[in-house]
């Protein structure tokens, strides 16, 4: 079996994101001082006592509410419930015990799954208010400060008491890292659930429902994946929120992440302008990329909808010529099955390596068609090329005087590497040096 999985849960505001990136040790949860910030469930990974382990941090648990965001969430604190080894219901001392509590309490008493209550807010000692959570039926109340850390070991240590032996642990593998990225309300929750055949991210009309980016493994027999579900990416101008804005941020941040990107785009709306922001990220990010366009299914087609749309997209996205285009429906599964092919494809191009020999080989045979330029007399000589790097493919060319050496050369030779090794789906990074400069 896979690593033991913590899961916090607990009524809306209590801390759980506090906690959660507290143990985690970096800042994965959105923290604000607003109810139902964390909608979705937040994965992370840390270890206590030698034993690695996953935690989840679950949007709060509303038990009666007629709001349809935090009825969602009751419904994917259910799941993460549902995986979990061992669960943390966490409580606020500073309002006491709420008939909420109780009611979650209750939830958690039939779910069958250890149970550890953890009291939040408790900044020094041990809080006489804390004997009253004794009534939730839950055994011992153990007292912790989310914002300074103390009662965290003693809450890991009761979690470890309920781990499987480490034994039962199977290795870490080496699975592909899938951040699905685009603008608000594109499909890439729909995706996500689609592939997964759960309800893993909220997808709901109300653009902006994926605040953060969501982890979710995913094993079929072309392999193993981990799709990162990502906030839509909206202009800067319509991030009001401050939620919003950082939720943007840990979009970029999955984008670093990622071994392959799969860009969305709605093909009723065709390629918008955020569109074109959202695929520069990844491409300057140097990712292996996807252009999956979704909503196909409601799309007006006769023979030529799809070439069109293609000479569109590849116009649109100029400097994304490398990246294959997927017409799909998340909605349907049409073509989706097709994804995990090409997202093994584009992982192994970027992962691509040459011997020096063979690109120069590349390089002499360029020359020979295309004779190097010439500047005032003085014409650019290429001594040699090797690959420095991967993910994506770097190159390195040397060089008499790189002022020689001018751009549209540079896309020659780039060209040239792409067509004699056939690489799609990633980009590639040609760097000029002088000879004499140091090789990185």
């Known amino acids: 079996m896979s690593k033991p999985i913590i899961a916090i849960v607990g009524r809306p505001n209590v801390g759980k994101s506090m906690l959660f990136n507290k143990i985690i040790g970096r800042r994965l949860s959105i923290v604000e001082d607003t109810p139902g910030v964390t909608r979705d469930r937040i994965y992370g990974e840390s270890d206590w006592q030698g034993r690695k382990f996953t935690l989840i941090d679950t949007g709060g ?6 709001n349809q965001i935090l009825a969602f969430m009751r419904s994917q604190a259910q799941i993460a419930i ?41 900044d020094q000692g041990r809080s006489p208010d804390i004997y009253e959570f004794y009534n939730l039926g839950l055994g011992d109340p153990i007292a912790v400060s989310a914002v300074h850390g103390h009662g965290t070991g003693d809450l890991l240590d009761a979690c470890v008491q309920y781990f499987p032996p480490e034994d039962e642990e199977e290795e870490e593998d080496d ?20 592939i ?29 994946f981990v799709f990162i579900d990502t906030a839509g990416m909206r202009k800067k101008s319509k991030i009001e929120e401050d939620i919003e804005k950082y939720s943007v941020l840990r979009a970029t941040m999955a984008i670093d992440r990622a071994d392959v990107c799969l860009i969305m785009i709605d093909a009723t709306e065709g390629v918008t302008e955020q569109d074109t922001k959202v695929a520069g990220m990844a491409h300057e990010a140097g990712k ?16 030529k909808t799809m070439a069109r749309m293609t000479e569109e997209i590849r116009r649109d996205l100029a400097y994304m010529t490398y990246a294959p285009i997927l017409f799909i429906s998340a909605k349907t599964g049409q073509r989706v099955d097709k994804l995990f092919d090409m997202i093994d494809y584009v ?45 994506p493919p770097h ?46």
Not at 196 to 224: H, M, P, Q, W, Y
């Open 288 to 303: 292996a990329s996807i252009i999956v366009v979704n909503k196909w299914d409601l799309v007006e087609k006769d023979d």
């Open 395 to 440: 190159f390195v060319v040397f060089c008499n005087d790189r002022r020689l050496f001018h751009f549209s050369y540079q896309r020659y030779l780039e060209n040239c590497i792409r067509s004699t090794f056939r690489l799609e789906g990633t980009p590639i990074i040609l760097s000029i040096r002088e000879k004499g400069d140091k090789e990185e």
């Open 196 to 224: 997964l055949g759960e309800e893993r991210v909220i997808v709901s009309n109300v653009a902006g429902t994926t605040r953060d980016a969501i982890d979710s493994r995913f094993t079929n027999d072309k392999g193993s």
């Open 175 to 194: 699975a592909i890292k899938v951040a699905v990225i685009g603008k608000p309300n594109a499909g890439k929750s729909s995706l996500v659930n689609k």
């Open 347 to 391: 992982a192994n191009q970027a992962a691509f390596r040459v011997t020096t020999g063979m690109l120069n080989t590349v390089l002499a045979n360029a020359q020979t068609r295309v004779q190097p330029p010439t500047d005032k007399g003085r014409r650019l000589k290429i001594y040699y090329m090797t690959q420095v790097g991967v993910k």
């Open 82 to 122: 549902d995986n979990a080894t061992v669960i943390v219901f966490l409580c606020d001392i500073k309002t006491g015990m709420t008939a909420s509590d109780q009611e979650v309490a209750s939830m958690l008493q039939r779910c069958g799954k250890p149970v550890i209550l953890a009291v939040n807010k408790v």
């Open 61 to 66: 648990i509303e038990p009666r509410t007629d």
